[in-house]
């Protein structure tokens, strides 16, 4: 194996933020793209958002498309290291492609406003963290306002997210009292100045706690820095990285990202403490991202700005080896070899085209139909990455074609589309007609426009009584088909023909699988 290759890979850090809307992401995300110098000005991530704010008819879900192509990857470089920030679209855009994206990063950032703790879809989106024990580190923002006590904060993340919360700073006061953050293991006080927009925090060395510098700082709120200090000493943990890449305890920043405040405190600690691209598995074996043969994985794929293209980008995170441009790949699933020619590498503000890629980087294919989530690219063996998987949709409607000569079409349409991951497809076991599935109900009325603009097919969908599904599968037999027989009219197959149950209810569901213990309800399922 090369050094080089070995060098590549030691400096990439490839994350994800996890959060609840109005958490302070794309705030945060800004601020670190101007520490990375991949934007100059503040207010360009922003910008993009409010755009996506005025959504719903079919030339702005265009236009976002085109907007969340160009933002999906952000890559800058901060210190020695690459990063790429992979964006998980969080507003009316939440979709499974969110829940993706975190089967493709090594570490996450987990913002919570201070005033709100943890918020449902940082729950749902932790979850996801889980199945693959990604490590996380914690940014607690908004501490300029008034909010919960620190300490109430973190023993809710312990108990929603069920994992243990180091402090590495330890906030001083909040809102109009709050002074800084106390940084826990470099033993420094940073002062909060409000407004500032590239960092010129005043920093201190206190090593000491009773150094007397601390009161000439803080006045009274240095008493109460000790006090905390003292208290957190006997109730924290202390930092360990091995339970951090473990997935088992999270270190904890706090600042006020809008401020600027904290944020490079918590940049400087993540690109030490954050796992460079690691092992991952396939069907087959472990693939080390050192190995010199090229091996990567398609994890999302987004419609292109023009529909009469019909040009899809894939999305394929690099496992291992190196990528040169033009060079020569199998592609598993359909036996075929391509050369990737045309591949884009994602920058904050630009695509441009790449020369050479490594483990960790992400780089855009363009797709005519040929690439399904979750395949699978090598130049050597045979290989097929596992952990890319569907998950169980929240949101259900029935499609109602408008012209029922269409039919073909509609079936192709909804076959390409599940394809893509944009939306999920059942076919009822008993009954006609197809129900769509989502994360995200954005994702509903993009699946409509398109049918319409790439398939002409004229179909509109309607509320239908389910709000959760699990795939089924069972190893006795005769057990499954008792099964199939009593449940048919709640059952359905998905896009690639698995048996799915559709529930009317969480309740509904919960009883349907005491009743049949034998038989199990999986929550995802891995791609064919
Ligand atoms: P999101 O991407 O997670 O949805 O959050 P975003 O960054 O857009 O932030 C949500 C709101 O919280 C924004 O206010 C933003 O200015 C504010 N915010 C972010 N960080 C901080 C912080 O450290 N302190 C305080 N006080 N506010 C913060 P908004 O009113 O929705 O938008 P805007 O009009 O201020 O831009």
């Not at 958490?23 to 755009?51: C, P, W, Y």
């Not at 590498?345 to 979750?374: C, S, W, Y």
């Amino acid at each position: 194996m090369s050094k080089k290759l070995q060098r590549e890979i030691a400096k990439r850090r490839t994350f994800g933020i996890i959060s609840h809307p109005d958490a302070g992401k794309t705030t945060l995300t800004e601020k670190l793209l101007l520490f990375g110098g991949a934007i100059q000005m503040a207010g360009t991530v922003k910008a993009r958002k409010s755009d996506r704010h005025a959504t719903s008819d079919w030339m702005s879900i265009e236009k976002e498309r085109g907007i969340s192509v160009s933002s999906s990857v952000m890559k800058f470089n901060y210190r020695d290291f690459e990063i790429n920030l992979l964006d998980t679209p969080g507003h009316q855009d939440f979709s499974e492609d969110t829940y993706r994206v975190l089967t493709a990063v090594d570490s996450a950032l987990m913002v919570i406003d201070s005033a709100k703790g943890v918020e449902p879809q940082t729950e749902k989106l932790m979850e996801v963290c889980r199945m693959r024990n990604t490590p996380v580190l914690t940014f607690i923002n908004k501490l300029d306002r008034e909010g919960l006590e620190p300490l109430e904060i973190l023993a809710d993340i312990e108990e929603k997210l069920q994992i243990e919360c180091t402090p590495l700073s330890w906030p001083i006061g909040m809102g109009k009292r709050f002074r800084g953050v106390y940084n826990l293991y470099r033993k420094e006080l940073n002062l909060f100045r409000p407004g500032d927009d590239i960092r010129s925090t005043k920093t201190v060395k206190i090593a000491d706690l009773s150094d007397p510098q601390l009161d000439q700082l803080l006045g009274s709120q240095a008493d109460e820095l000790r006090d905390d200090i003292e208290l957190l000493e006997g109730a924290a943990n202390p930092f360990s990285a091995k339970e951090y890449l473990r997935a088992s305890q999270t270190p904890v920043f706090f600042g006020s990202a809008i401020n600027n405040f904290g944020v490079q405190e918590m940049l400087d600690a993540f690109v030490e403490l954050a796992p460079a691209p690691g092992m991952r598995e396939t069907a087959e074996r472990i693939v080390e991202p050192d190995e010199e043969q090229f091996s990567g994985f398609v994890f999302k794929i987004q419609a292109n700005m023009d529909p009469a293209h019909r040009d899809r980008i894939a999305f394929l995170r690099i496992c291992s080896g190196k990528f040169t441009r033009g060079m020569k790949v199998k592609h598993h699933r359909l036996g075929k070899e391509i050369a990737l020619s045309n591949a884009t590498i994602f920058m904050a503000q630009d695509r441009a085209n790449v020369e050479e890629a490594f483990p960790g980087d992400i780089i855009g294919l363009h797709n005519h139909g040929t690439i399904k989530i979750g395949d699978t690219f090598t130049t050597g063996e045979v290989l097929k990455f596992t952990g890319i998987p569907s998950f169980a949709p929240e949101h259900f409607r029935r499609v109602r074609l408008k012209d029922p000569l269409k039919s073909k079409q509609l079936q192709k349409g909804l076959t390409q589309l599940a394809e893509e991951g944009a939306v999920q497809v059942f076919k009822p076991v008993t009954g006609a007609e197809f129900i769509l599935g989502a994360v995200g109900v954005l994702q509903f009325d993009v699946t409509m426009e398109r049918l319409k603009a790439e398939y002409n097919v004229n179909a509109v969908y309607e509320g239908v009584d389910y709000t959760t599904a699990r795939w089924v599968e069972c190893a006795d037999r005769k057990l499954f088909d008792q099964f199939q027989k009593r449940e048919q009219g709640r059952l359905a197959h998905d896009a690639e023909g698995h048996l799915t149950y559709l529930a009317a209810s969480e309740w509904r569901l919960g009883h349907t699988m005491e009743e049949w213990d034998g038989v199990q309800f999986l929550k995802s399922r891995e791609h064919s």
